[in-house]
C-alpha cells in the first residue's frame, strides 16, 4: 500500500527557543570543520568557537551535514548533527537545526523515555517518527520546537545507547490509518484510562482516538490521548512487544513500513 504521506529528508527543529536568546554560540564537535555564513564566510575546526549575534548559515564542508555544538551562553549547551539555520527577528535569534528524521527519531526517544525498558522505547520511536512525519509545520519558518509543545528532544544520543538501539531496530516504522501516517499523539501518565477527543475538549480528526484501558493505575499527566507513556513502560516490563503495546493504544490502525512503501 502506497502511504499518503511520503518519508522525509529532513526535518527543521527550532532548538533553544524558550531561552528568547540574543546570542547562540558555535563550535565544532567530532573532528567536524564548520563553514559558517554570516554575511562573510568563516571556517571554524578543532576548539574554535563562534559566537553569533544575527542571521548565519552552519554547514559542514560543501554544504554537507555536520556534528557541532550549539550553545545559548551561560544556559544551555547540546551536540547536533545536521545543518544549522539562525534567524533574527530584530529582537531575539532563533536557531534551526535541518536533521535527518532519524536522527530526531533516535534523539526524541532519549529525552522522551530515558529510562524505560527498549521494547516501550521501540513504541516511541515508531509514534515519534509518525508524528515527525505527519505533522510538520508546526510552527512559523520550521517544522518543531525541542520543548514538550512538539516533542521532548535533546541531543543525539550515542549509537550504542538503548534510545538508539530503538530507533535503529524500528527504522521506518509509521503507524498509519486509512492510508495516511497518523499524527500519533502520547502523554506522561493516563492514570489507568486513555481518552477519546470528545473527552479531551479537542475537535474531530481523521484518527478518533479510542479510549482504551492501560495497566498502569496512579497519578494522570498530560493530555491521556494516544500512547501512555507509563503503561507502555508497565506493559513492556510484563513481556508485550512494541507491536503489542502500539496494538493496544492506537486500535484499527497498522504498523507499515515508509521504507517498502515507496
Known amino acids: 500500500m502506497m502511504l499518503a504521506l511520503a518519508i522525509v529528508a529532513t526535518v527543521r527543529i527550532g532548538a533553544f527557543g524558550l531561552f528568547h536568546p540574543v546570542e547562540v554560540e558555535v563550535q565544532p564537535a567530532r573532528a567536524s570543520v564548520l563553514i559558517v555564513d554570516a554575511g562573510h564566510r568563516?571556517?571554524?575546526?578543532?576548539?574554535?568557537?563562534?559566537?553569533?549575534?544575527?542571521?548565519?548559515?552552519?554547514?559542514g564542508v560543501d554544504g554537507r551535514e555536520a556534528w557541532f555544538w550549539l550553545s545559548v551562553p551561560g544556559k544551555i549547551r547540546r551536540e547536533f548533527h545536521g545543518l544549522l539555520d539562525v534567524?533574527?527577528?530584530?529582537?531575539?535569534?532563533?536557531?534551526?537545526?535541518?536533521?535527518?528524521?532519524?536522527?530526531?527519531?533516535?534523539?526524541?526517544?532519549?529525552?522522551?523515555m530515558p529510562r524505560a525498558p527498549f521494547e516501550a522505547q521501540k513504541a516511541q520511536a515508531v509514534v515519534a517518527r509518525s508524528f515527525l512525519i505527519a505533522a510538520r509545520g508546526r510552527h512559523e519558518g520550521f517544522d518543531f520546537c525541542d520543548t514538550t509543545h512538539c516533542q521532548f528532544l535533546r541531543e543525539s544520543p550515542p549509537d550504542a545507547s538503548p534510545a538508539?538501539?530503538?530507533?535503529?531496530?524500528?527504522?521506518?516504522l509509521v503507524l498509519s490509518y486509512?492510508?495516511?501516517?497518523?499524527?500519533?499523539?502520547?502523554?506522561?501518565?493516563?492514570?489507568?484510562?486513555?481518552?477519546?477527543?470528545?473527552?479531551?475538549?479537542?475537535?474531530?480528526?481523521?484518527?478518533?482516538?479510542?479510549?482504551?484501558?492501560?495497566?498502569?493505575?496512579?497519578?494522570?499527566?498530560?493530555?491521556?490521548?494516544?500512547?501512555?507513556?507509563?503503561?507502555?513502560?508497565d506493559l513492556a516490563?510484563?513481556?508485550?512487544?512494541?507491536r503489542e503495546i502500539l496494538s493496544l493504544y492506537f486500535p484499527a490502525t497498522s504498523l507499515d513500513?515508509?521504507?517498502?512503501?515507496?
Not at 571556517?43 to 563562534?50: S, Y
Not at 479531551?200 to 494516544?226: D, K
Not at 516490563?237 to 512494541?242: A, I, V, Y
Not at 513500513?257 to 515507496?262: A, G, Q
Open 257 to 262: 513500513d515508509l521504507v517498502r512503501s515507496r
Open 237 to 242: 516490563r510484563h513481556g508485550k512487544t512494541f
Open 87 to 112: 534567524h533574527s527577528d530584530g529582537n531575539r535569534l532563533q536557531a534551526i537545526v535541518e536533521m535527518d528524521p532519524e536522527t530526531a527519531v533516535a534523539s526524541i526517544v532519549a529525552a522522551e
Open 164 to 172: 538508539h538501539r530503538a530507533q535503529e531496530s524500528t527504522r521506518g
Open 178 to 233: 486509512q492510508g495516511r501516517v497518523l499524527t500519533a499523539l502520547y502523554s506522561a501518565d493516563c492514570g489507568g484510562r486513555t481518552q477519546t477527543l470528545e473527552e479531551a475538549g479537542w475537535h474531530a480528526e481523521e484518527y478518533p482516538y479510542f479510549a482504551v484501558e492501560c495497566p498502569r493505575r496512579g497519578g494522570i499527566s498530560g493530555h491521556r490521548l494516544g500512547m501512555c507513556q507509563a503503561g507502555a513502560a
Open 42 to 59: 568563516q571556517r571554524l575546526e578543532g576548539a574554535a568557537k563562534l559566537r553569533l549575534t544575527s542571521a548565519a548559515r552552519v554547514t
